[in-house]
């Protein structure tokens, strides 16, 4: 072959190497443009690798919340702890009405013994002198603050009108002589009583001093009238 063919076919050799290498240029540039982040021809499982690895979240601390009650429950839950909270020791308006409550009772108790003492002192009193003053205004006086005296007795112990256990003696000296009787055991028992009992003996004696000295003041005017 001569020399002008070989250097024919060394330019075509150069041409086509070149035309190569454009379009191995141009297919790099797009895929450079389409993937600017990645390297072209890394291997998938090399970027996996180096891919930084996410820690797993820890488990939270915050507990699950509790169902909330309604209704009937809720409603005692907050009536305890109102209750809870308005403790008679704690409290000082609850402390003080508990307070006053005692001494109220205490001051009631001693109205009724002094009370007694004086149907006591009357019903002696009467005693002396109703074999020979019982039509006198004295009598009426001392009938009249013994039924007065006895009502407040019967009215501080809690009691009205009670049902009579025993007839009324007919016989005027018997009912007085029951009447001052009464009296005696009424003003002894509230003696021996404390502020705080209830007696069913002190409502049932004053309760019969009541009607004794109601009695002999029909009686006296009775017999006045004769």
């Keep these: 072959m001569t020399e002008t063919g070989m250097s024919r076919i060394g330019a075509k050799i150069r041409t086509l190497n070149q035309a190569r290498r454009g379009i191995v240029l141009m297919v790099l540039a797009l895929l450079l443009g389409r993937f600017p982040e990645k390297a072209i021809g890394e291997p998938t499982w090399r970027s996996r690798l180096t891919a930084p690895v996410q820690a797993p979240s820890p488990p939270s601390s915050q507990k699950p919340s509790a169902p909330t ?29 508990d307070r006053a409550a005692i001494e109220y009772r205490k ?19 009467l005693s002396q002198q109703w074999g020979k003053h019982r039509r006198s205004r004295r009598s ?46 009424l003003h002894k028992t509230l003696k ?28 006296a005017r009775a017999d006045h009238g004769t």
């Design 107 to 125: 001051a009631e108790h001693r109205r009724a013994l002094e009370a007694s003492e004086q149907i006591l002192a009357r019903a002696r009193e």
């Design 140 to 185: 009426e006086e001392l009938l009249r603050e013994i039924e007065r005296f006895a009502r407040r007795v019967r009215s501080i112990s809690g009691a009205s009108d009670l049902e009579a256990r025993e007839p009324l003696p007919e016989d005027p000296m018997q009912a007085l002589a029951r009447l001052r009787e009464s009296a005696e055991r």
């Design 69 to 97: 009650e309604t209704g009937p429950a809720r409603d005692r839950e907050k009536k305890a702890s109102d209750s809870s909270a308005r403790d008679p020791l704690t409290d000082p308006e609850r402390e003080l009405l």
């Design 192 to 219: 021996a009583l404390t502020a705080y009992v209830i007696s069913i003996e002190v409502m049932e004696r004053s309760d019969e001093i009541i009607r004794l000295a109601r009695y002999l003041r029909e009686r």
